[in-house]
């Protein structure tokens, strides 16, 4: 099949990517594909039965979710640290994050067995931009060592969910290897956006982490689902996971060329994720994704400046990425009403307008709404379009509180 073609088009002098696919050309190609399935099916019997290329190559797999990156590595590290220490310590494993960590992190921990009790979220604050803070985490760990407890697994993370925060990497990296902590790196959001040289610094010290995973389906245009993750260590995942039935014997794994996924992975069978984003790398090559990006951070900030030019708006968080988190300032809302449950009763009504879909977070106590710049198609316009139906719609909620408030 030939590359898509993709529309650029020029703005404030710089090449930004505001046309995705050439929709013809996308549907030109989608018959071809109906067409070359339909040939395969009539003409199934002159195929080999079997595949004919060769196995090998290999390094990172691909999940369906980052949950399942955290129960692997959970498993992986469990398995290795109770090998040593003895399986009666299951109870005293404890497992570190920041109180900004996303939540399915305790769902991993829970299920691979070790005690809710045993999570250390520590706290951030917003004058570090709720950045984990390595001493804190220090204190954190010799803490439960005085307690007779065993330091396991730290998640960091990079592009947090509610306000995109970025822990650094190296100190903790240093810290945890002092103590002999597994590091994981969860960039599900955010990892997209290393593939340009400005957002690498995000990933300083990765060295000396352990595991590290992104979702290609967050931020790199490949459909749901698709989490990738890289392990320094993949005899850790394949001892722990690794399974040998009679019936899964064949000479190709015998033989030590091929990477058995199976191995990697709580499932048996494997989805061709490869695939889909080989096709994405291949449509868009590395420079149509960069430009992207960089694209949709500039819609980002476009919107951000759309928000500064109307002062009853404020940024809550910096927009590290292409997520802006905003609200209705205290000072616009009349009466001293509740700012949350204003912001609350605003989001709720744009998005059921259905011109818009926007998610809402709580962070310290103050609701935010957020505006994900992410999907292939948005082009500055949608957000336009996006800010003045916030802005209609703040308005008209504006008006019902005085109203509110005068007939009081
Ligand atoms: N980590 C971060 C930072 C996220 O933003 C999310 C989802 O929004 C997740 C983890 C969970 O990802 P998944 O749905 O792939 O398990």
Redesign the pocket.
Same mark, same amino acid.
């Given at each position: 099949m030939g590359d898509l073609k993709l529309n650029h088009s020029v703005e404030n002098g710089s090449v930004s990517m505001l046309n995705s696919l050439d929709h013809e050309e996308f549907r030109r190609q989608g018959h071809m594909m109906i067409d070359f399935i339909a040939d395969y099916n009539q003409n199934i019997e002159i195929y080999p039965v079997r595949s004919q290329v060769k196995p090998g190559g290999g390094g990172g797999v691909m999940y *369906?979710? +980052? #949950?399942?990156a955290f129960l692997c590595t959970l498993i992986a590290i469990r398995e290795q640290k109770l090998s040593v220490i003895g399986r009666e310590n299951l109870g005293n494993l404890v497992v570190y994050c920041s109180d900004q %960590?996303?939540f399915?992190l305790k769902n991993s921990v829970q299920i691979a067995g070790i005690s809710l009790e045993n999570i250390r979220p520590i706290v951030t604050t917003k004058s570090d931009n709720f950045q984990l803070c390595p001493e804190s985490l220090r204190l954190a760990i010799i803490s439960d060592l005085e307690a007779g407890l065993i330091p396991l697994y730290l998640c960091c %993370?990079v592009? +947090? +969910?509610s306000s995109t925060a970025v822990d650094p990497l190296g100190p903790f990296c240093d810290v945890a290897k002092e103590y002999g902590i597994w590091v994981h790196v !969860? *960039? *599900?959001? *955010?990892g997209g956006t290393c593939i340009c040289a400005e957002f690498r610094h995000f990933l300083d010290g990765i060295e000396g982490a352990n595991s590290f995973s992104f979702?290609a389906?967050?931020w790199l245009f490949t459909t749901f !689902?698709c #989490?990738c993750l890289w392990g320094k260590h993949p005899s850790a995942l394949i001892s722990a996971l690794s399974t040998n039935p009679e019936i899964l014997n064949n000479k190709a794994t015998e033989s030590k060329p091929v990477v058995d996924y199976k191995d990697w992975q709580m499932a048996l069978s494997q989805r061709f994720r490869a695939l889909k984003l080989w096709l994405v790398l291949r449509s868009y090559g590395v420079t149509g994704l960069r430009d992207f990006i960089r694209g949709h951070v500039k819609i980002a900030k476009h919107f951000e400046s759309l928000l500064a030019g109307d002062e009853r708006f404020e940024v809550v968080f910096p927009t590290n990425f292409a997520m802006v988190s905003f609200r209705v300032s205290p000072l616009a809302i009349p009466n001293n009403e509740d700012v949350n449950e204003f912001n609350r009763n605003l989001l709720e009504s744009v998005n059921a307008s259905s011109g818009a879909y926007m998610v809402h977070a709580v962070v310290r106590g103050v609701y935010v709404i957020r505006l994900a710049v992410g999907p292939t198609l948005t082009e500055y316009q949608h957000v336009n379009k996006a800010f003045k139906l916030v802005q209609d719609h703040a308005n008209a909620l504006l008006c019902t509180y005085q109203k509110h408030a005068w007939q009081m």
């Open positions: *369906a979710s +980052t #949950c399942e %960590t996303h399915s %993370t592009g +947090t +969910t !969860d *960039a *599900a959001y *955010a979702n389906h967050k !689902d #989490c």
